[in-house]
């Protein structure tokens, strides 16, 4: 069973910075691609960066493209996400995904976790 931990959401001011991890559990990530993926209440989830398995090609939403690094570590079974110049509109739960197409098309599996809630706010 497919069962991904994510942490690191808070509480950051318009221009802060906020680290993101995805854990992995009960399975290796090492030939899977990654997904980081956003959603607020009421909307449609979307897609905010991913990671081939071999981490040698990444992608980004316009949106996020330039503030936000998508980066991964096999050995710790986790992928980070590295978000900096938080915007408000930056604001939603985060979640991680295994991708069954590899970036840029970066589709998910549908197997989510709770995920980590991130609220950009002064």
């Known amino acids: 069973q497919l069962q991904f931990v994510e942490s690191g959401g808070g509480l950051a001011q318009p221009g802060g910075s906020l680290r993101l991890s995805c854990v992995a559990s009960?399975?290796?990530?090492?030939?899977?691609?990654i997904g980081w993926f956003r959603q607020v209440p009421g909307k449609e989830r979307e897609g905010v960066s991913c990671?081939?398995?071999?981490?040698?090609?990444?992608h980004y939403a316009d949106s996020v493209k330039g503030r936000f690094t998508i980066s991964r570590d096999n050995a710790k079974n986790t992928v980070y996400l590295q978000m900096d110049s938080l915007k408000p509109e930056d604001t939603a739960i985060y979640y991680c995904?295994?991708?069954?197409?590899?970036?840029?098309?970066?589709?998910?599996?549908?197997?989510w976790g709770k995920g980590t809630l991130v609220t950009v706010s002064s």
């Open positions: 995904a295994v991708l069954v197409t590899d970036p840029p098309e970066c589709t998910p599996l549908d197997s």
């Open positions: 990671i081939a398995s071999y981490g040698g090609i990444t």
């Open positions: 009960g399975f290796s990530l090492d030939y899977d691609g």
